[in-house]
């Protein structure tokens, strides 16, 4: 038997046990943003290799295509939200042992790929377990977009708009001061967590879909509109590792950007700001323009993202470039979690998730080594030429694979 959440609804709102995963969801994201800003500049200050900073992103996305399906099926045997609760001790745990290792003077590559590895993989069973509580998080199905845009909402705040800067500041200090404090925060998920009462083990695993890890990716394999978004996806996902891999040696100086790392931590914060327009206004554009028009809007923000650095090094444009790109993927994200949550059996949720996440993020490694690759063969600005050039056949291939009819049936 499983014992049902207690949502207290307020006038207007989503209830205490959202509100609780919203906090907790937060809170996190600004952990994830220190050592997603930190990693890179302890690499650069260990090594001048472009292929070997990049390396860092490469790592950190290799447990979603090595781990990924495992998380799903984990994500479905447990409780939910204790599982969130361990994973976060751990990843603070391993911040903690950088920041002793980075005040004593002993860190090494090897330790930042080490924890790189370790966090990935907490980032898989953390964010399919947050995918797979939201609908257990809310009392109706119809206010799944909420949910979603308020979660994606303070994920780019805190991960993106708050982390970088604050990462960079607390960068002038030491590098040692970013982990500490990441630790800090991803401790302070435990108490938010415990707000959450009632249990998140789903009642019959295997019910609908099968019990086995690869359940999941046949469930996605078999619905068209899950398999052609999740593609996709991952098509956009190539080339957005490969910029992020290389964008750090590109913009922070010596790199022909000569930006700071303090200018460098404010510049992604353009992102995070497009994101969050995007997330807060797709509710509304979601029924006056439709899922189809606005999914392309993210094809065409991929195209502009990519491209920009090949033309310029202005820093103003590349922020535009930033802003529109996030706001698109923000929009992207938001509606593909409403599919995958609408049409996924509960029993389901946790592996339909992961797989599509294993697909999606699987080619990350793989974008981020040819980023590093390019660059080490040619120069920086080569990627994004490459990237900007090759991302235009996305539109099409969007709209060659995803009908407005897919998304009006669903």
Do not use: C
């Not at 979603?148 to 200090?173: D, H, K, M, S, Y």
């Not at 922020?319 to 409403?338: C, E, P």
């Not at 697909?359 to 030429?385: C, K, M």
Request: overall charge positive; charged content about 10%.
């Amino acid at each position: 038997m499983t014992t049902s959440p207690v949502r207290v609804e307020r006038p207007g709102g989503l209830g205490r046990t959202f509100n609780a995963l919203w906090s907790a969801t937060g809170t996190a994201n600004l952990g994830d943003a220190m050592y997603l800003m930190v990693l890179p500049l302890i690499a650069l200050r260990l090594t001048s290799s472009a292929g070997l900073v990049a390396g860092v992103t490469v790592v950190l996305t290799l447990a979603w295509p090595l781990f990924g399906l495992h998380a799903g099926a984990v994500v479905d045997r447990v409780d939910r939200r204790r599982l969130i609760v361990v994973v976060n001790l751990v990843r603070a745990l391993t911040l903690g042992v950088l920041t002793v290792l980075l005040l004593g003077d002993l860190m090494s590559i090897g330790w930042v790929y080490l924890a790189a590895l370790v966090l990935g993989v907490g980032e898989t069973l953390v964010d399919t377990a947050l995918a797979a509580l939201v609908p257990a998080s809310v009392d109706r199905p119809e206010n799944l977009d909420r949910a979603n845009a308020r979660l994606e909402v303070a994920q780019n705040v805190t991960n993106q708009f708050v982390g970088p800067p604050l990462a960079g500041l607390l960068a002038i200090v030491g590098l040692a001061a970013v982990t500490g404090v990441g630790a800090l925060l991803f401790l302070a998920t435990v108490p938010l967590l415990a707000l959450m009462r009632g249990s998140y083990r789903v009642a019959a695993v295997g019910a609908r879909g099968g019990d086995g890890v690869t359940a999941g990716l046949r469930f996605l394999w078999r619905n068209r509109l899950l398999r052609n978004l999740t593609l996709l996806t991952a098509a956009m996902n190539v080339f957005w590792a490969a910029w992020t891999a290389v964008l750090v040696v590109y913009l922070v100086a010596p790199g022909p950007g000569h930006l700071s790392t303090a200018a460098y931590g404010v510049l992604l914060t353009t992102m995070a700001a497009g994101g969050i327009v995007g997330a807060a206004l797709v509710v509304p554009l979601r029924r006056r323009l439709g899922d189809h028009l606005l999914l392309a809007v993210d094809v065409l923000g991929t195209i502009v993202l990519i491209g920009t650095p090949a033309v310029t090094t202005n820093p103003f444009a590349i922020g535009a470039a930033m802003a529109v790109g996030g706001a698109g993927s923000a929009v992207w994200r938001v509606i593909v979690g409403v599919v995958r949550q609408t049409v996924t059996p509960a029993d389901l949720l946790g592996r339909v998730y992961s797989a599509s996440r294993v697909i999606s993020w699987g080619v990350l490694p793989v974008g981020a080594a040819l980023g590093g690759l390019i660059a080490e063969l040619w120069t920086v600005r080569t990627v994004f030429v490459v990237g900007g050039l090759a991302s235009v056949g996305l539109l099409l291939a969007y709209a060659v694979t995803v009908r407005p009819k897919d998304l009006a049936s669903r």
